[in-house]
């Protein structure tokens, strides 16, 4: 019924840049929040951000200043631009879309994850 996909995870060296993509596709009537979650190897998931469907965002602490997050709801996609990234970033990062279905109601609705690794 709803699908969530993440793209754009990959290696990059302390300091530089990656920009993930999300975009929820299937039987969506609205999509309310949209975010960004990530996992590092065994330890909880944990909240990157966050925004509204007006573009209200939210932040981690570890990461403000740093991502960005926005999204096209034309679109059903949401991005972040992350900047200045650092070894402790290195992560599943998880896309999560807020979603009501037609006949089935209002659900969070979870991607199978895209790795960011920090290296040098």
């Known amino acids: 019924q709803v699908q969530v996909v993440e793209s754009g995870g990959g290696l990059v060296q302390p300091g530089g840049s990656l920009r993930l993509s999300c975009e929820a596709s299937?039987?969506?009537?609205?999509?309310?929040?949209m975010g960004w979650y990530r996992q590092a190897p065994g330890k909880q998931r944990d909240l990157v951000a966050t925004?509204?469907?007006?573009?209200?965002?939210n932040y981690a602490d570890s990461v403000k200043g740093r991502f960005t997050i926005s999204r096209d709801n034309a679109k059903k996609t949401v991005y972040l631009q992350m900047n200045s990234l650092r070894p402790e970033d290195t992560a599943v990062y998880y896309c999560?879309?807020?979603?009501?279905?037609?006949?089935?109601?209002?659900?969070?609705?979870w991607g199978e994850g895209t790795q960011v690794t920090v290296s040098s």
């Open positions: 999560n879309a807020d979603v009501l279905v037609p006949g089935v109601g209002r659900g969070g609705y």
């Open positions: 299937g039987n969506i009537f609205i999509i309310y929040d």
């Open positions: 925004i509204s469907r007006g573009a209200i965002t």
